[in-house]
């Protein structure tokens, strides 16, 4: 157990809705990062948190959108979902990731998306 | 930013066989290369990571070779078990988020 939990574990819902995926990182830990991950494409940065503030952007799609609550939790935002946003969405946090190096990543067990 | 490439995207060994999964960045300012292995059904985990200032680094079986010059890394498994089954992914960073490499889906037969 990686400490951070996301959910729902599964989604299924159909194009054009929209939906949220939640995540608890880490007790202690200050960086949220959210990563999608299809068959073809591995593990695609989406983007990074630090304690509330946006600190990197990856390759997020404009109808993505992401925040991180006071409480450090982290939700993403996916809308006008089409048949290609499916895909397995994983949230990582870490302690560090103001600036130097992130160390090391822990990984919840991710949100599997399918869009009929 | 940065791009990382990882070969091959499969790699069928048998048990006690050596396994090698190579990476190239293209960032020469990332100074952090991790390995993770994700097993089926689960988020992927840190098996072994390095760092610039170090060429090689070990951990029992597995091994990370780093060239800064060539700007490519590589992860070493020894002996394999039919439990290192699983897609390993390298990563690279430079200061802000990991980028992944697409992984590589191991096999291991007994």
């Known amino acids: 157990d990686s400490g951070v939990t996301q959910t729902p574990k599964h989604l299924i819902t159909a194009t054009g809705q929209r939906v949220t995926l939640r995540c608890s990182p880490r007790?202690?830990?200050?960086?949220v990062y959210w990563y999608q991950q299809s068959l073809d494409q591995g593990l695609q940065f989406l983007i990074q948190y630090y304690n509330g503030e946006e600190r990197a952007k990856g390759n997020i799609l404009e109808r993505f959108s992401a925040q991180q609550f006071p409480d450090l939790h982290s939700e993403l935002n996916l809308s006008s979902l089409e048949l290609g946003d499916s895909a397995l969405y994983f949230c990582?946090?870490?302690?560090?990731?103001?600036?130097?190096?992130?160390?090391?990543?822990?990984f919840g067990e991710g949100s599997r998306l399918t869009v009929l | 930013g940065e791009n990382v490439e990882q070969h091959p995207s499969t790699l069928s060994v048998q048990e006690g066989d050596s396994a090698v999964i190579k990476c190239t960045y293209s960032?020469?300012?990332?100074?952090?290369f991790p390995w993770y292995k994700q097993e089926l059904g689960k988020g992927p985990q840190l098996i072994i990571d390095?760092?610039?200032?170090?060429g090689e680094k070990k951990d029992q079986r597995i091994a990370v070779t780093l060239n800064k010059t060539a700007k490519h890394f590589s992860l070493h498994i020894t002996e394999t078990q039919p439990e290192d089954s699983a897609v390993y992914f390298c990563a690279a960073s430079g200061g802000t988020a990991l980028i992944f490499g697409k992984g590589t889906t191991l096999s291991v037969s007994s």
């Open positions: 960032d020469s300012a990332s100074n952090y």
């Open positions: 007790s202690g830990d200050l960086s």
């Open positions: 390095i760092r610039s200032n170090v």
């Open positions: 990582a946090s870490s302690v560090g990731g103001q600036g130097g190096n992130t160390g090391e990543l822990f």
